[in-house]
């Protein structure tokens, strides 16, 4: 199966690609510095070099692609997540596939209730409340999109190994979360949507 990914040089993008290609996906990773790529000599591998704010980049990656994952992150400048997914599903609508797999954030929609008082209030109320808003859009591009698209909203980003010892699909009332997951088990659960419809056209949240 044919893959490509957005946001393929970030820290979720780069697990994706790594566990991609590990489990013999024919990957292909837009990105727009090629030189950041690692294991490019892999020959399920291919370097797709362009900038997802152009929409013509964005047309011309998505041929004969069969899934898109999307891994986008922008610190907390605050443009590119909705901006490049806005595009993303634009060209998907015009010719490309239409699965589609994002990573946002816990904290969108009903799961602002699984965050606590500093996520809430420090961090995205104070220290990201730029990146909080353009995931917001982003999800509604997403929402409002006629693809079957899964949103997957991890929880704060640790390093670490695989190891699926996570909670998934939790309503936004359960509390008892360390709100903290690993990047390599966001990657892997983004990557198992690939096979199931089970949260086809849904939010999920995972989160340890």
Not at 17 to 44: C, I, L, S, W
Not at 113 to 135: E, P, Q, S, T
Not at 141 to 158: E, F, G, K, M, W
Request: some cysteine.
């Amino acid at each position: 199966m044919k893959l490509i990914i957005f946001g393929a040089t970030g820290t979720v993008g780069k697990e994706l690609v790594k566990h991609a290609v590990e489990n013999g996906y024919d990957v292909t990773a837009f990105v727009r510095h090629p030189e950041k790529m690692q294991n490019t000599n892999n020959p399920n591998l291919k370097i797709c070099k362009g900038d997802v704010l152009n929409i013509v980049d964005v047309e011309n990656a998505l041929k004969n692609q069969e899934v898109v994952l999307c891994a986008l992150g922008d610190g907390n400048v605050g443009k590119i997540r909705a901006l490049g997914t806005k595009n993303i599903i634009e060209a998907m609508h015009k010719s490309g596939p239409k699965r589609l797999i994002c990573q946002t954030t816990l904290g969108m929609g009903e799961s602002y209730g699984n965050l606590n008082f500093i996520w809430k209030h420090i961090m995205f109320g104070m220290l990201l409340k730029k990146a909080f808003r353009d995931h917001q859009l982003q999800e509604r591009y997403i929402l409002n999109c006629n693809l079957d698209y899964t949103i997957v909203r991890p929880s704060a980003l640790t390093d670490g190994d695989i190891t699926k010892q996570y909670k998934i699909g939790f309503d936004g009332n359960f509390k008892k979360l360390k709100l903290k997951i690993s990047r390599a088990d966001v990657a892997d659960f983004m990557l198992q949507q690939i096979a199931t419809s089970q949260f086809t056209k849904k939010a999920v949240s995972i989160s340890n």
